[in-house]
């Protein structure tokens, strides 16, 4: 945390939003760090600065990377704050970034339900204007939609997921030292559930990949299914004969608001056990420091697939060991978004990712093949990104190979990390500077704006042409 000698930190935020993650009091967490409770107090409500001395006490007692700790952003984010002030319903306010940043940082619960009170009036204003599909058709209320949000709130993050996947893992290896992951999950599945697990052909299955049936205790997979999927699917049901209570415990906690959202959750927070599992955290996390994040490599010593290796890339936030905090979106060729992950900042808000500019977009071209970028978002944040193409699970009569493509990113400050980096200046790169959708984008001029800017007048002129079809005014339209 750079700061001059004789500046004041006010980290009571941030310092609050710690002790919440810990789960400790506020009495707790003064005991551990030697001062009053009624002295932290101050702190947390950012009328006394956070000493050097105590900020070396933080480091030591939790192992907090103090970086971290200055980081701003909780469950609502800067970027997701200037995208909502940003809507026309907030005309004439002109919210400056100071207030949105010591908002985001010092109340993140505030601005986590503003967020959520604007998301449903604009998804109740989608709808009116029936342009669902300019914004990914998505309902603010729908499940997939609040289990994303949830899984989001907590950075991606379930320690202790994390924790039943390596107790897990190590009793494989004890049971049934050096065989594969599959074979070791199959012989504890058998052994002490009782479960056989069988391959069937794709007409037998029809439109299932997995398939559980309780009453002869037999996991049926599709024959469509390529080593690393068919291994993750004998780990999800592992997960669940292991440790269904735990499962269930989590997803109560979580409060969703009906059956629906609880078991999607469920079968979301099952996956996260069944990556943990078969990339326990720690060995995951020494290997990918170790390889520079060599996805190729981790691919090969875990035994899974591209998506599997950059998804659990996105969950490393445990304070004694994190990772390089990474972002995932998954998109297919129609530009649809079905997964969007992140472990620490995102670039993108609900609404955002689809700008053409980025190379995510363009991974179709080159199947297989792993092409990176740098980009810059309109708040001048700079992301060094990769994509690639992946095969979809399972396939039908009118699937084609390589029909998803996955973008994995990060801050470009731990971008010297990653061995995809090597050999680029990072100090004066090449950038692309790219926006959000284009109802929602103010770059100009741009070849590849689809849509004008909701709150910009169009600037047609008919003696001149522009190299966006859909020039447009500096000026906001009036509400």
Known sequence: MDAAPDRKLFLGGRLKRLRRELALTQTAMAADLGVSPSYLNHIERNQRPVSAQLLLRLADTYDVDLRTLGQSGGPASEAELTEAFADPLFQGLA???????????????????????????????????????????????????????????????????????????????AETPGEAFENRARARLLTRHGLTVRTLPAEVMVEWTRRYDPHRKRLLLSETLGASSRAFAVAYQLALAEHDAELTALVEAAGAPDEPTRRLLKVSLTNTLAAATIMPYGAFQHAAED?????????????????QAAHRLTTLSRPTARGVPFFLMRVDQAGNISKRFASGAFPFSRFGGACPRWRLHSAFR???????????????????????????????????????????????????????????DLTAPEVTPIGPACRLCHRHPCAERAAPPVDRPLAVDDWAKSISPYPFGGQEIPA
């Open 366 to 424: 080159t199947p297989g093949k792993i092409i990176t970028q740098i980009i810059e978002t309109p708040d001048g944040g700079r992301w060094f990104t990769l994509a690639r193409t992946v095969d979809r699970q399972g396939h039908d009569a009118f699937t084609e190979g390589h029909d998803l493509a996955i973008g994995l990113g990060c801050e470009l400050k731990h971008a010297h990390r990653l061995m995809y980096a090597r050999g680029l």
């Open 95 to 173: 919210v400056p970034r100071h207030e949105i940043v010591q908002l985001a940082e010092d109340q993140p619960a505030a601005a986590d339900a503003l967020l959520r009170l604007y998301r449903a009036f604009a998804a109740r204003r989608t709808r009116d204007r029936a342009e669902t599909d300019e914004f990914g058709g998505r309902d603010a209320d729908s499940p997939a939609d609040w289990v994303r949000e949830y899984i989001q709130s907590r950075r991606n993050h379930f320690p202790e997921l994390d924790a039943l996947g390596e107790t897990l893992s190590d009793a494989m290896d």
């Open 291 to 307: 390889t520079a994040y060599d996805l190729a490599r981790l691919q090969a010593r875990f035994g899974v697939g591209f998506e």
